[in-house]
């Protein structure tokens, strides 16, 4: 664990000049999740190669073309936590997929997927820092209707492990001003924010 002074944390797009802080980062982790790159809610089950360093060129091919979005928190000029998101053409893939669309009454304009805080950065609110981050940068693009899916552990009697919480809490989300729409898969929910334009 770090010492860790969140007035100086920044945060920044996932591009292009961002890239290798970003790789960094992931690097550190072993890619994350097992290999993953943060590359699951890119594809399909049937897409999937699950060999890690398909799923880091594939990851850097999308960030060079402007189809990989993240809110990326920086101490300085390390990287040091992210909160994934883009359009649903970007980030098709979801977890309790069937579910979530016979419920479905409207799209969102963007959904936010997963987070990631490197190990040393964790229990200081990095992720809800960078959920505020994509926020902004939704908000920077034009805003829109942006859709999460948090867990929700509200009467859960046993400890989650903070590497399960990919989508971290509904708590949180709401924090953040998210309203909850409707429950999806156990202990998984829907939640949205319309963001307005950057003025």
């Not at 072993?30 to 360093?53: L, Y």
Request: proline fraction near 6%; charged fraction near 25%.
């Amino acid at each position: 664990m770090v010492d860790v002074d969140t007035a100086a944390l920044t945060v920044r797009p996932l591009g292009p000049d961002t890239w290798a802080a970003w790789e960094d980062l992931a690097a550190r982790h072993n890619g994350v999740f097992g290999g993953c790159w943060c590359t699951w809610f890119h594809t399909m089950p049937a897409e999937k190669t699950r060999d890690a360093d398909d799923n880091r060129s594939l990851k850097r091919r999308l960030v060079d073309e402007a189809r990989a979005h993240a809110a990326v928190v920086f101490d300085g000029d390390e990287a040091v936590a992210w909160a994934q998101y883009g359009p649903p053409a970007e980030l098709p893939n979801i977890h309790h997929r069937t579910e979530y669309e016979a419920g479905l009454t409207s799209p969102p304009d963007y959904r936010v997927t997963c987070f990631f805080v490197d190990r040393r950065y964790r229990r200081h609110g990095l992720a809800e820092i960078a959920l505020h981050g994509v926020v902004d940068l939704v908000a920077q693009a034009g805003g829109g209707v942006l859709e999460g899916y948090p867990h929700d552990l509200a009467g859960a009697t046993k400890k989650v492990a903070s590497s399960f919480l990919y989508a971290t809490t509904r708590t949180m989300f709401e924090r953040v001003g998210f309203e909850l729409e409707r429950p999806k898969g156990r202990r998984n929910t829907v939640m949205r924010l319309v963001v307005p334009p950057a003025s």
